[in-house]
């Protein structure tokens, strides 16, 4: 499966974003889905993930309640609508999917879209 992430860009502390990641190649219905952020210098981290019926979400403590994952399996599209951005959130944000849901491991991943939070 191909991913295609879009939707970063710059934006105020405060405010919010709204990331897509469209699926093409295979069956969008029969993965796990999940975003990822890595910062500069830093280690790539799990901020979201949402089972392949949108069902189950789990969420990083960094954005629970800030952040929401969501699916749309007719468009092939996995969103992660971002709110009350802050600065540390900036990164560069992955999408990703899974053939083997509750595991933590991916097997695709998208060329990532930047996400800049000014202070």
């Known amino acids: 499966v191909q991913l295609q992430a879009s939707g970063g860009g710059l934006v105020q502390a405060g405010g919010s974003l709204r990331l897509s990641c469209a699926a093409s190649g295979r069956t969008f219905s029969n993965y796990g889905m999940g975003w990822f952020r890595q910062a500069p210098g830093k280690e790539r981290e799990f901020v979201a993930a949402?089972?392949?019926?949108?069902?189950?979400?789990y969420y990083a403590d960094s954005v629970k309640g800030r952040f929401t994952i969501s699916r749309d399996n007719a468009k092939n599209t996995v969103y992660l609508q971002m709110n009350s951005l802050k600065p540390e959130d900036t990164a560069v944000y992955y999408c990703?999917?899974?053939?083997?849901w509750g595991t933590g491991r991916y097997d695709y991943w998208g060329q990532g879209t930047q996400v800049t939070v000014s202070s």
């Open positions: 949402i089972s392949w019926d949108g069902v189950s979400t």
């Open positions: 990703a999917a899974s053939t083997r």
